[in-house]
């Protein structure tokens, strides 16, 4: 396509855009066609990836200061960039999680690989939301860890919001906070799912 691949980047950033400039709903097969003729220069044919919308609007609020960017390049590569910390903060983290301090040398192979193997690349051509959401997880599990459970509920809040992505690990999550009996956690989940849904309305 005319900008790259951008499968989930492209319909968040032009979703956000038209939401704020054009005071149109984001997941309207309008919007999607516009997306389209921006990457195949006509509508989508059968079988070709229809570049429509699913991100729920609490998470397309995070692409809203991307939407003042004009330039779908320079947008994505901004995004990409901000993924690229993100998945160096989530190697990082996750050695934080599991109590290990490896050789210097070890974690700078660490860290380089998480930014070369092939699903890291394919998320970050993607503009992926995949990144931000096992950062929720990682987030979540150290607050658990910590005893932060309402800041842990919030957490596994935002990673449920797109449960195609993240289904597993955070049933694993939530049935050891339930039976470790942490309430605190659920209490603080459905507060954040209350007011997320109060804001998408």
Same mark, same amino acid.
């Given at each position: 396509?005319?900008? &790259? ?8 950033? +032009? &979703?956000?855009?038209?939401? /704020? %400039?054009?005071?149109? @709903? ?17 509508? $989508?044919?059968? #079988?070709?990836? *229809?570049?429509?919308? @699913?991100?729920? %609007?609490?998470?397309? /609020? ?7 960017? *004009? ?14 910390? &993100? ?8 050695? !934080?999680?599991? @109590?290990?301090? *490896?050789?210097?040398? =070890?974690? %700078?192979?660490?860290?380089? %690989? ?8 394919? $998320?970050?051509?993607? #503009? ?5 959401? $096992?950062?929720?997880? /990682? ?6 860890? @910590?005893? +932060? ?22 049933? =694993?999550?939530?049935? &050891? ?6 309430? !605190?956690?659920?209490? #603080?989940?459905?507060?954040?799912? =209350? ?7």
């Amino acid at each position: 396509g005319q900008y &790259g691949a951008g499968a989930d980047f492209l319909p968040a950033w +032009n &979703g956000a855009r038209t939401f /704020i %400039f054009e005071d149109t @709903d984001p997941y309207s097969q309008t919007v999607a066609e516009k997306t389209q003729k921006a990457v195949y220069g006509r509508a $989508a044919r059968a #079988g070709e990836f *229809p570049y429509a919308l @699913d991100v729920p %609007f609490p998470l397309l /609020i995070l692409f809203f200061p991307l939407a003042f960017v *004009p330039d779908p390049i320079w947008a994505r590569a901004v995004w990409m960039t901000l993924s690229e910390f &993100g998945l160096l903060l989530l190697a990082t983290l996750s050695l !934080r999680l599991a @109590d290990w301090q *490896p050789k210097r040398w =070890f974690t %700078f192979l660490l860290l380089a %690989f998480s930014l070369t193997w092939f699903y890291s690349a394919a $998320a970050l051509l993607d #503009g992926s939301l995949s990144i931000l959401l $096992a950062l929720a997880l /990682i987030g979540a599990l150290i607050a658990m860890r @910590d005893f +932060n459970d309402e800041l842990a509920g919030f957490l596994l809040a935002i990673a449920a919001m797109k449960w195609e992505v993240t289904l597993l690990l955070w049933l =694993f999550i939530v049935m &050891g906070a339930y039976s470790a009996k942490r309430w !605190r956690v659920f209490a #603080g989940l459905g507060m954040t799912w =209350f007011v997320l849904g109060a804001i998408g309305f």
